[in-house]
DNA sequence: ATGAAAGCGCTAACAA
DNA sequence: TTGTTAGCGCTTTCAT
């Protein structure tokens, strides 16, 4: 009942006999080790190539104590991994990343807290050489997690707590704000409210400092709570409107947020610029080029992003491949940018 | 250099020799396999918690040739894996049924033809016991590629061509756009036009069969292709506005070009549903629930549907295991139901 | 430059 | 019921 192609695979062995050489020979060929004569070397690429060797990594694995395989881990799904393109796209990077050097992504969902058990012995299995965490709550777990199970990490988005062999990738979160609210000033906005994504994630946090830096002593009022839904961003316009009537523009900590706050606007007669100008931050296209009017958002690249941790990750997993091997490992800031769309 | 703590790692030998039994005696117990006497298993099993013993996965699968891991291979991301929530979910409900086997996920993403060969020699490695199938186009290579391998596969949506080993899973495409125009007739509308998906795909032909069933001898110009965005649902509802300026009502193939054709006629200032009634397709909640008006349309489910695969495809991959093995394996066409909102 | 041989940690016959 | 043993396919010293 076994499958039988898998039972034709050949050996490293049969590779071995067909190019007449041993399978010591043959190994190193395979893993492109110089010290093998060229006809030789080609001889072995030959019967490769005929018998459609393809190396077990089990085996491989077993020996080398190298999996080539990375997990990627989401801590609460249901929080964004859903509707949000956002993880979507950095995956995307990561894969890119990965493929580009051949290692293999494994895809870990988690669904609460019962989840981190069986990750923590995923972990601990040894089944990955490294893990990038994302969506880590203020007092997550699993970097602890990761951690004891000796497993080299890199967290996706600024953590709550520093320390200094924690590595992450985050975007410049309160230069882009302050960008944002610099725009709308130049605009010659005035009374520019603030739609905050809920606190306990660093990301809000940063982009309400960045509000901050561009508006100091800003009228708390002007500030309201949302949590990056649009149904959140919708209620926060709404709380905007009502504590500041002769409000002119709104900055809004996310698009999807944005969007919600857009549709409070809309719905209000209120007119986008003309009354009160919009910005939003994240620059997800299929919103912020989709709503009416197209939003005038700040940009991350996301993608990028993910590429960025892949690559932080490799390299601290074996720090002599790959670059110039000098320069110590440290989390990485992207820069923003503006993006000029209709609303303000 | 390597990691110390995976230098630790306890082998089943020490968990053998704490408990005092011999190898084989540690890896029954560990693998439930009972004809073990309670009192020594009981001593392995607090061996192992005491070691925090882990088994090696490398060594395990060489042996077994199982690698309790299955691919998730999604051809050309930039279609949709990119804004559409759809195979976001999918991917959720894939992760959730194979967690509850113990198996892992392998997340395969592939931008193309260049690609195709590096997911041909990966699963030919025999890395995964299974591969799942995603955005196939009508003459993909993919299904030919992992049969070539070996490799058990279940793909996502009908495929085009049709072959008694190919098992697929797919909502019901046909009944559901039957239903949502059945519901359109019903409300009295009476011109009815369908904004279609890539005619190049089962999903958008099958919905366009369904529209047909309901509207024998429709007018072609009552139904124009889009392309599974918001711009062509736009340019889809321009056309047939054009065509048939008293159309009354429109079923788009997807909730995504709904959008945008609700966009087009809120421009012209023509009410939904008062003037023309708006059917989409999918349920994709963070977008039906947030089109001015919300959409109604035609739901389906998608993580079940991802479930399904999963499900589907462990039991191709071990005939045996889990379920009463009786019934041979078959291709599953799941439910759609109508989720009324505003739109219609 | 090449080959022989010793395992990596585990499971599964086979013996006892 | 338990233990002994032979590999799974590969990499990597160590000889040659």
Redesign the interface.
């Known amino acids: 009942?076994?499958?039988?192609?898998?039972a034709?695979?050949p050996t490293l062995e049969a590779v071995a006999a067909r190019a007449g050489v041993s399978r010591a020979t043959a190994s190193r060929v395979v893993n492109g080790s110089d010290g093998v004569r060229a006809p030789l070397a080609e001889r072995v690429r030959r019967a490769v190539d005929e018998l459609?060797y393809?190396?077990?990594?089990?085996?491989r694995?077993?020996v080398t104590?190298r999996?080539d395989?990375v997990a990627?881990v989401v801590a609460e799904?249901e929080t964004r991994?859903?509707?949000d393109?956002f993880l979507?796209?950095q995956?995307?990077g990561i894969?890119?990343e990965l493929?580009a050097r051949d290692n293999?992504?494994?895809?870990?969902?988690t669904?609460g807290a019962a989840?981190y058990e069986?990750v923590g012995?995923?972990l601990?299995?040894?089944?990955v050489d490294g893990a990038l965490l994302f969506s880590l709550h203020d007092d997550d777990t699993l970097p602890a997690l990761a951690r004891r199970?000796?497993v080299?990490t890199v967290i996706g988005g600024r953590p709550s707590w520093s320390d200094a062999d924690t590595l992450y990738v985050d975007c410049d979160n309160r230069g882009g704000a302050r960008d944002a609210v610099t725009y709308l000033l130049d605009g010659g906005r005035r009374r520019i409210g603030h739609i905050a994504g809920p606190l306990d994630q660093t990301a809000s946090v940063d982009r309400l400092e960045g509000f901050r830096d561009a508006l100091p002593g800003t009228d708390p009022r002007m500030i309201a709570e949302g949590d990056f839904t649009?149904e959140g961003g919708a209620r926060a316009m709404a709380a905007l409107l009502e504590h500041c009537p002769d409000l002119d523009a709104v900055f809004a900590a996310s698009d999807v947020m944005a969007?919600?706050a857009l549709?409070v606007l809309?719905t209000r007669g209120i007119k986008v610029p003309e009354d009160i100008a919009v910005v939003g931050f994240d620059d997800i296209?299929?919103v912020a080029e989709?709503t009416?009017p197209p939003l005038t958002t700040i940009r991350q690249d996301i993608e990028e992003m993910g590429r960025m941790m892949a690559r932080l990750l490799l390299r601290r997993v074996s720090?002599?491949a790959g670059d110039a091997d000098g320069p110590a490992l440290s989390s990485i800031i992207t820069p923003t940018r503006l993006v000029v769309r209709a609303s303000a």
Chains 1, 2 share one sequence.
Not at 1 to 6: A, R
Not at 104 to 109: E, F, I, M, T
Not at 124 to 127: I, K, P, Q
């Open positions: 009942m076994s499958d039988p192609s898998l034709h695979r459609g393809v190396p077990n990594q089990a085996a694995t077993l104590r999996n395989a990627v799904p991994f859903f509707s393109p979507t796209q995956v995307r894969s890119k493929t293999q992504l494994v895809l870990l969902l669904e989840d069986r012995r995923y601990a299995g040894g089944h199970a000796g080299p649009p969007s919600g549709r809309r296209v299929s989709w009416d720090p002599s």
